[in-house]
């Protein structure tokens, strides 16, 4: 076989046979199809599309360029949850040890964020000692012992994925769905959870800018996922503002630890009492929304958490430690009305600005940093009341103040988002 050949086949708006998908995603894996070649056909991926037999075969094509997890040495239905990637988006630190604090094991490999999201792993670094490495067999005790682990992708989990997402992040084919769905199913398939949770976040904040296009995505994976034998069940969430108070690793982790303790806004809890809700029915655990907010109130989630946080070299002590950051500048309303917009993008754009995110993969963190919003779309300001307070360890001018309160819409209108807008199953 020729790549250019398939190049042409797809660029033609022909479907590949499964024989052709493999080869093309096994030669590039192993160096054999150039880069440039792939960046092509990713191309004519994005304006062609891809039927679904084909998105199935490029998810398992890539899958079996790496290692499979073989978690049946722990008890029980093992669950995973992704997200499709948001600003302040601390669910996983929550939902994960909420959820094996009911007796269902987590295990769980997370990433790294970029650009204006934020990444599970960054925010467990945020905790002073906290190992995101660790080996299958000690990833697998972990989760025999305490329910719950959380750790970074190892390198060989879907090594064309590696190399494919990195291609398309610079040829702007990144946001077409066969591709996103392939990717994150490949690698969700390979780290053995036998019930996955997706997370397809909605809005501008997101990949996904529309209900029907997350809607479509949630259907591709949860089909993927399905046509390989996993309890797989997406959710559409609000991704129009931030998830939460709290953008920024330092910040995040304590805003989870709020939330576990039953000190944070009741909108979050709750939204993280129906998530768990629904991953915990999918390992045939059915219970009431009213259970499981007492148990994460009371400490349950919490006491999992530690035990993780430990169990991987973090530092308890360090854990509860308010933000360092030397600057806490408060922004606050120069009207009084209700709080009608808090655009996610940009805010998580400006909280990258003083280290909070990435731009590119080689930078490096201030996990102290970040932004908390006092105030959430739908409640009411008055006039001089603190909506947010921006943690930096740099002066802010005005001129970025000014950008920051321009963004802040308030006005007469008071608006309910909804965090959970749709269930694909
Ligand atoms: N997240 C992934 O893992 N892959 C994509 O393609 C997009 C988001």
Known sequence: MRAVDLIQKKRDGLELTTDEIQWLIESYASGKVPDYQMAAWAMAVYFQGMST???KDLTMAMVATGDQIDLS????IKTDKHSTGGVGDKVTLILAPLVASFGVPVAKMSGRGLGHTGGTLDKLEAIKGYQIEQAQDAFIKQVQAIG????????????ADKLL???RDVTATVDI??????????????????????????????FMKTIEEAEELAQTMVDLGKAVGRQTVAVITDMSQPVGQAIGNRLEVLEAIAIMKGQAREDVTQFICELAQIMLGLAGKEEDLKTI??????GKALAKFEAMVEAQGGDLSDLHRPSSAEFVTEITAEEAGFIEELPALAFGLFAMKFGAGRSVKTDSLDYESGIVFVKKVGDRVNKGEIIAKIYSNQKLNDNLLTNFKKNVKIGTTKNQPKDIIKIIS
Do not use: F, W
């Open 53 to 55: 037999r084909e998105t």
């Open 165 to 167: 997402y990195a291609l």
């Open 177 to 206: 769905i066969p591709l996103i769905a392939s990717s994150v199913m490949s690698k969700k398939i390979a780290a053995g959870a036998d019930a996955i949770l997706l997370d397809v976040t909605v809005g501008q904040g997101a």
């Open 73 to 76: 040495a722990i008890q029980g």
């Open 293 to 298: 907010h007492e148990h994460l109130i009371k």
């Open 148 to 159: 719950l682990s959380v750790i970074g992708q190892s390198n060989q989990l879907v090594p």
